[in-house]
């Protein structure tokens, strides 16, 4: 059984998002998508626990995909559930320093693990979820950024409508 886990904030989930985990479950038996902590971000506009339901409602129709939440270390959190493979989106090289210090922090810490990145879809490269929360805030339209049931959510949050 290999199984991989794509780590994020998903605060909240976009359609860049949603396209690595398309791509990246059909390469592993089962795709882990973890809702976990960056602690250099402010307070998030979304409980973990309200991400793991939108996470779980968004992605319904994948079977192979599990949604869960974790208070603590990435590689902890892989030795846990068994997993040996962190997948993460690489959207443009501006990503790539970050994203290759946490990946070499992560084998220090725990050599059995691995990073494997997916090149975000050139249709989702600019996107990220702090734009969709800038532009949701002023109720401008996020529905090319989000699914309507994350659009809906997410205008709640802000107290708006949005243009629909
Ligand atoms: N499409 C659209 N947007 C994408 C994307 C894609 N394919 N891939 C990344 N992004 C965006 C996210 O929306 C997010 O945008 P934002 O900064 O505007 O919110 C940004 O890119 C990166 O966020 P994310 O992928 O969620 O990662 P992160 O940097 O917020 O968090 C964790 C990374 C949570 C995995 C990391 O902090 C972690 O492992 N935390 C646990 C503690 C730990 O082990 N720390 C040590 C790690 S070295």
Do not use: C, W
């Amino acid at each position: 059984m290999k199984r991989a886990i794509y780590p994020g904030s998903f605060d909240p989930v976009t359609y860049g998002h949603i396209d690595i985990i398309k791509r990246s479950s059909k390469l592993f038996d089962e795709l882990i998508v973890a809702v976990l902590t960056n602690k250099g971000k402010t307070t998030p506009l979304f409980l973990a626990d309200e991400r793991v339901n939108i996470l779980n409602e968004v992605l319904k129709d994948l079977k192979n995909v599990r949604v869960l939440s974790y208070d603590g270390l990435l590689v902890d959190f892989a030795m846990e559930v068994d997993a040996d493979v962190i997948v993460r989106g690489l959207r443009a090289v501006t990503d790539f320093d970050y994203e290759l210090q946490m990946s070499q922090t992560n084998s220090v810490l725990n050599r059995k693990v691995d990073t494997v990145f997916f090149t975000t879809s050139l249709k989702y490269a600019y996107l990220s979820s702090s734009t969709v929360r800038e532009v949701a805030a002023y109720g401008g339209d996020i529905s090319k950024f989000v699914p309507p049931y994350v659009e809906k959510l997410t205008y709640e949050k802000f107290g708006k409508k949005g243009d629909k």
